[in-house]
């Protein structure tokens, strides 16, 4: 045990000087990283009262081998979007990259191996869609503010038929009850979300390949540098030592 006189001296010493410099300038770099991404089923969601989904696990094991303190929380996409373009030290824990998006985050790695995302009617609705142009004409449902949505605008959908909805259970709801033609959605998900709303997935039919993205990890544009490296040398550390195994799907 230390002498009390030793500890006395420590504590003054304290006072005098401070923390030794490279305990300080660590204590400094550690900041405090909001992470957030949107219920994507069956990738991360909450279940009885706990976040579960490998796209969650995989983002946790990144932000507890970073040691910098943080939470993570579900909120909506649009919300989740749009604090990303504007706060620092943020991490959007699911963000599709696509052209539009590449230069507008630093990206650290995949949590996903890559998602096809299709366009589906009702199984009992008699459309046959067969094309992009036909698509067009039709009343097409998609989440607010996701590549989805994207997709549609820079494909030439006109405003007047793309519906965008909040919530997922939202933008079935709305298929099943035909306020939609067509709602624009990954396979998992869709499944996923029937199951949530205890509608069969079988009542849903997939009629046309729309695109493939990858899903990432990326912060913020105005995160500093020193935040980015630690991040991208965590993701890459695990990665090598097989520690996303089973979870990249």
């Known amino acids: 045990m230390m002498h009390p006189f030793f500890v006395v001296m420590w504590f003054m010493h304290l006072l005098l000087w401070g923390v030794p410099s490279s305990q300080a300038d660590t204590n400094q770099s550690l900041v405090f990283i909001k992470a957030r991404c949107a219920e994507w089923r069956p990738f991360v969601y909450e279940d009885k009262g706990q976040l579960v989904g490998p796209a969650y696990e995989i983002a946790l094991k990144v932000l507890k081998h970073s040691q910098h303190p943080f939470d993570y929380q579900l909120q909506p996409w649009a919300r989740v979007y749009n604090d990303a373009l504007n706060q620092p030290n943020f991490l959007v824990a699911c963000i599709g990259r696509t052209p539009k998006r590449e230069q507008l985050f630093h990206w650290i790695g995949?949590?996903?191996k890559g998602v096809e995302i299709y366009f589906f009617k009702?199984?009992?609705?008699?459309?046959?869609?067969?094309?992009?142009?036909?698509?067009?004409?039709?009343?097409?449902?998609?989440?607010?503010?996701?590549?989805?949505?994207?997709?549609?605008?820079?494909?030439?959908?006109?405003?007047?038929?793309?519906?965008?909805s909040v919530k997922s259970e939202q933008l079935l709801n709305m298929l099943i009850n035909k306020r939609y033609d067509l709602v624009i959605s990954d396979e998992k998900q869709l499944q996923s979300e029937a199951k949530k709303l205890k509608v069969n997935p079988d009542v849903f039919e997939k009629v046309l390949f729309a695109f493939t993205v990858t899903d990432n990890l990326a912060f913020s544009k105005n995160t500093p540098e020193h935040i980015i490296k630690t991040f991208k040398d965590a993701y890459s550390h695990l990665e090598r030592n097989g520690r996303f195994e089973g979870l990249l799907r």
């Open 110 to 112: 995949p949590i996903s």
């Open 122 to 164: 009702l199984t009992k609705n008699n459309l046959n869609i067969i094309s992009l142009s036909q698509a067009k004409e039709l009343k097409v449902g998609a989440m607010r503010g996701t590549y989805n949505y994207d997709f549609l605008a820079l494909s030439g959908f006109k405003d007047k038929n793309i519906h965008q």
